[in-house]
């Protein structure tokens, strides 16, 4: 058998637990990479870690830390460095959302948010890049969104903001890196099929979802590692949400704001 295209390389993916960074996690694994787990619940990371090793027979690490917590990315990367390991990939996948209207949502609520969803994306990012452009080849995949392309409705205020900075960010990055030999991808879901609806307390809200817009995790990885492997700095998953940023790029933007304002209602939790 030839060598899998992983193999003597290790990807980290950060909120690797459940959703799409445990999607990253097993399609990585697939493909012969070490891999490096880290979540908030090492019960589920470590259960993940032993069905990958297992099943795919490659080393896979566990880091358990909280993203939320500033000295997180340093404590990662500490780890990394501690237990001899250099890393090639990198998922920055860590997210969830807040819902309700910004001033009904206490202070602290959004710092976390902000510390999670864009300020550790950005410190990891820091820590981890380094030494990629010193073997010159690395790939980092930033988990962002449809939500980051579209005007933002009421409710869930820095959720789009915050994924609208990922795109950005990663854009920049893949400018900077690519021609060193580190590709660097935001990719760009919409609906997934996950935990996020059931942390935000808005699964109830969820059925009127037509079918065709629901996304699979796999799917979502799947698409994303192509990409960044391609050297696409953006990559938005699922022929249908494809579809909907080409059409918002031509329709009148007032006529996709009522659109968003619209949806947004049915979806948000006040």
Same mark, same amino acid.
């Given at each position: 058998?030839?060598?899998?295209? *992983?193999?003597? +390389?290790?990807?980290?993916?950060? @909120?690797? !637990?459940?959703?799409?960074?445990?999607?990253?996690?097993?399609? &990585?694994?697939?493909?012969?990479?070490?891999?490096?787990?880290?979540? /908030? /619940?090492?019960?589920?990371?470590?259960?993940?870690?032993?069905?990958?090793?297992?099943?795919?027979?490659? #080393?896979?690490?566990?880091?358990?830390?909280?993203?939320?917590?500033?000295?997180? !990315?340093?404590?990662?990367?500490?780890?990394?460095?501690?237990?001899?390991?250099?890393?090639?990939?990198?998922?920055?996948?860590?997210?969830?959302?807040?819902?309700?209207? $910004?001033?009904? #949502?206490?202070?602290?609520?959004?710092?976390?948010?902000?510390?999670?969803?864009?300020?550790?994306?950005?410190?990891?990012?820091? +820590? &981890?890049?380094?030494?990629?452009?010193?073997? @010159?080849?690395?790939?980092?995949?930033?988990?962002? !969104?449809?939500?980051?392309?579209?005007?933002?409705?009421?409710?869930?205020?820095? $959720?789009?903001?915050?994924?609208? =900075?990922?795109? +950005? =960010?990663?854009?920049? &990055?893949?400018?900077?890196? *690519?021609?060193?030999?580190?590709?660097?991808?935001?990719?760009?879901?919409? =609906? %997934?099929?996950?935990?996020?609806?059931?942390?935000?307390? %808005?699964?109830?809200?969820?059925? !009127?979802?037509?079918?065709?817009?629901?996304?699979?995790?796999?799917?979502?990885? /799947?698409?994303?590692?192509?990409?960044?492997?391609? @050297?696409?700095?953006?990559?938005? %998953?699922?022929?249908?949400?494809?579809? &909907?940023?080409?059409?918002?790029?031509? #329709?009148?933007?007032?006529?996709?704001?009522? #659109?968003?304002?619209?949806?947004? /209602? +049915?979806?948000?939790?006040?």
């Amino acid at each position: 058998m030839g060598m899998k295209e *992983g193999e003597g +390389r290790t990807a980290l993916v950060t @909120g690797a !637990s459940s959703g799409i960074g445990k999607a990253f996690a097993e399609l &990585l694994a697939a493909k012969g990479y070490a891999v490096v787990l880290t979540a /908030r /619940r090492r019960d589920r990371l470590d259960e993940l870690a032993g069905q990958l090793a297992a099943q795919h027979q490659v #080393v896979a690490h566990v880091i358990v830390a909280d993203l939320a917590e500033p000295a997180a !990315s340093a404590q990662i990367a500490e780890a990394v460095r501690a237990q001899g390991l250099h890393i090639d990939v990198l998922v920055n996948n860590a997210g969830y959302g807040v819902p309700g209207s $910004y001033v009904n #949502v206490p202070w602290t609520d959004h710092q976390r948010f902000i510390q999670i969803m864009m300020t550790a994306v950005c410190d990891l990012t820091y +820590r &981890l890049l380094p030494p990629m452009l010193e073997r @010159g080849w690395g790939r980092v995949i930033n988990i962002a !969104s449809v939500a980051g392309m579209v005007p933002a409705p009421a409710g869930h205020t820095l $959720y789009g903001a915050s994924k609208a =900075f990922v795109i +950005r =960010f990663s854009e920049a &990055l893949a400018a900077e890196n *690519g021609p060193r030999g580190v590709n660097v991808t935001a990719v760009c879901p919409g =609906f %997934t099929d996950s935990e996020f609806h059931d942390v935000t307390g %808005t699964r109830d809200k969820m059925g !009127s979802v037509p079918a065709m817009l629901w996304l699979n995790a796999n799917d979502v990885a /799947r698409e994303g590692y192509d990409a960044v492997m391609r @050297g696409d700095s953006v990559v938005v %998953t699922g022929r249908a949400y494809q579809f &909907l940023v080409w059409l918002i790029g031509v #329709v009148p933007r007032s006529i996709v704001k009522a #659109v968003s304002a619209s949806a947004g /209602r +049915r979806y948000r939790k006040v």
